[in-house]
Nanobody, 121 residues
Framework: QLQAFGGGLVQGGGSLRLSCAASGRTFSRYVMSWFRQAPSKEHEFVAGIDGSGGSFNYADSVKGRFTISRDNAKNTVDLQMNSLKPEDTAVYYC????????????????WGQGTQVTVSS
């Protein structure tokens, strides 16, 4: 089970930190990723991190602005979002999978409930 939190309303240029808490004892075996869905748009891969925390993947749209990290002792994965833009507005979902740090939704087994991020201009 995954639970995401930390969303909110922020002005453009500001920062937010999302967190995702996972239950279970096999957290470190899972790739953890963040996806987002803006109104009337498809789900979009944002960032992912492998089980050890040593391999990362970012969407081009967030490279240099967002940082994903994980703490396997606490079963959490975070997404630090800096220099936010209005186009980052979306519902953000965390997801857990076993098939590599990739942006393919169907390869993820577990999904959190989503947390809304709204960036004003």
């Amino acid at each position: 089970q995954l639970q995401a939190f930390g969303g909110g309303l922020v002005q453009g240029g500001g920062s937010l930190r999302l967190s995702c808490a996972a239950s279970g004892r096999t957290f470190s075996r899972y790739v953890m990723s963040w996806f987002r869905q803006a109104p009337s748009k498809e789900h979009e891969f944002v960032a992912g991190i492998d089980g050890s925390g040593g391999s990362f993947n970012y969407a081009d749209s967030v490279k240099g602005r967002f940082t994903i990290s994980r703490d396997n002792a606490k079963n959490t994965v975070d997404l630090q979002m800096n220099s936010l833009k209005p186009e980052d507005t979306a519902v953000y979902y965390c997801a857990a999978g076993r098939f590599g740090v990739v942006g393919i939704r169907r390869l993820y087994d577990y999904w959190g409930q989503g947390t809304q991020v709204t960036v004003s201009s």
